[in-house]
């Protein structure tokens, strides 16, 4: 054994010496290699940066939630009906009071897929405190909401059953509200004014990084510059769109007369309904249901749409899938092209370094010799090629993150992938040149 790694040992040391005294021409052939390895990194870590931004998004909307939104049709949707056959058809108006607190109970108590139900009511106010004024969204919900959509509390309590329905005066915060009005401080117990409400200040929401791809129409929105207080509060503290005042009523008719039906205010009650469905394969079913029952409480009228984000989301994870396989076999084909140059310049060595090898033969080398001495060459190129690609995608990634705002996260299984397909490749494509070299016969190759 000794003896074989003497003799063999010897075939790669010069190998190595022949890399040595060709820098360029072996600098070159690592060019390929290289830059495959180093796009087979940096193409997987964008495939997998953009997952892991799924699966924040997925997490962000919630398990198993359907978001039902409120339509706004343009004029009064009208059908035809009534009348005998063959008679006179007479137009029917259809009315409905659109999303209300009723739809949201009426969905809780009814379906039995349903596991919680909370309403979003969404006004922009501005919030004061000593002197300091902050625009924000303030949100009237109830405490299911925290848990559809993951939001912990960094610190104080959700709502009680008393202040829900008491319609309290008391509010949780997001993170951006408690660093302006009150920076160090422990809000809890304070109170802040919003509108011309004093709210109590009983819970701060977590701080939530969200990405600017994530949709708003899917329920994604961060809760950082938000104020939440109970959705009861907010119909009798704040504003109740269901109720209609007289000056909203001259308003709408002021609008049509100069044409701006095109900016009708939302007269939903409610912005949004968020339901939790129980399992996963209960979501289409539950949402037809949903559906079906809306369209009947609102009179036959679409002025709703109900959407499942996480299902949307997995499409759209499903369509990056594609598009990072297309991504990695492009890379794929670098390494392959990289694997050919390394072949097609090593068959040039052989034709260069023929008096060499007959040299070689004429001193006792074996055909096994000069298999294991070229080889050596096209191996150690590769490897080397492998290791400095995967230095190159690592930093690439890092750029790409950096300059363009994209998520990057590079796994050791593209690194240890990239680098054994680099391997295989020298492998496989130095054999046939050292297969070729091995096989010249010493006399000729001394004439040459």
Known sequence: MKLLLQRYGHDVVTGIESIFANKVKSLLTALGIIFGVAAVISMLAIGNGAQQEILEQIKMVGVNNII?????????????????????????????????LLDAEAIQ????????????????????LDGKSKPVVLEGINNNYFRLFNIALQTGSE???????????????????????FNQQDPVGKYIKCGQVWLQVVGVAERRDFTASASDEMGISS???????????MSMRFRNRALIRADEVEMMAASEGNGDAGQKENLNQLDKIIVQVDETENLSSTAEIIRRMLLRRHNNLYDFEVTIPELLLKQQQRTKNIFNIVLGVIAGISLLVGGIGIMNIMLAS??????????RQAIGASRIDIIVQFLSESTIISVSGGIIGIALGITLSKIITVVFDIQTIVSAFSIIISFG???VVGITFGYLPAKKASEHDPVNSLRY
């Open 68 to 100: 039902i939104s409120p339509v706004t049709h343009e004029g009064n949707p009208e059908d035809s009906g009534g009348g005998s056959e063959g008679g006179p058809q007479v137009s029917i108006k259809r009315f409905s009071k659109g999303l209300t």
């Open 109 to 128: 108590e009814i379906i039995p897929t349903v596991a919680k139900v909370s309403p979003v009511i969404s006004f922009n106010y501005s919030a004061v």
């Open 159 to 181: 709502f009680t059953d008393e202040q829900l329905k008491g319609a309290f005066p008391v509010c949780v915060i997001g993170d951006n509200v408690k660093n302006v009005f």
């Open 223 to 233: 809760t950082d510059n938000k104020i939440f207080i109970p959705a009861k509060t």
């Open 350 to 359: 052989v034709m260069e370094r023929i008096r060499e090898i007959g040299v």
């Open 421 to 423: 397909v680099s391997v």
